[in-house]
Nanobody
């Protein structure tokens, strides 16, 4: 089984930046992709960004395109989310998760296709 742990959340003013990290351990050879999701109070969990593990191909939600950048270091089993130009509506608990299915079947945005999830890290953007 793969375990994932998020870090890097915090409080930042609107327009500021944060970088989240997600460290994977355990059976990491099973990872074919990883993703970030977020959940704001009273809202459904939503897709933020994902990346294929071998090629590093990224995918973003429209709401974060041009502001967030996802990357990974597959040798260290760490995924990052660089968040710039943060807005109050980005406030949420951010979760990372890993995808272990067929590489050709990875849809990126479906939470149900991910295997292991972290406990989340809080990101709060003040106006």
């Amino acid at each position: 089984q793969v375990q994932v742990v998020e870090s890097g959340g915090g409080l930042v003013q609107a327009g500021g930046s944060l970088r989240l990290s997600c460290a994977a351990s355990g059976r990491t050879w099973k990872i074919n992709g990883m993703g970030w999701f977020r959940q704001a109070p009273g809202k459904e969990r939503e897709f933020v960004a994902a990346i294929t593990w071998s090629s590093g191909f990224p995918k973003y939600a429209d709401s974060v395109k041009g502001r967030f950048t996802i990357s990974r270091d597959s040798t260290k089993n760490i995924m990052y989310l660089q968040m710039n130009s943060l807005k109050p509506e980005d406030t949420a608990v951010y979760y990372c998760a890993d995808y272990e299915g067929n590489r050709n079947s990875f849809t990126y945005a479906a939470a149900g296709e991910y295997e292991s999830w972290g406990q989340g890290t809080q990101v709060t953007v003040s106006s």
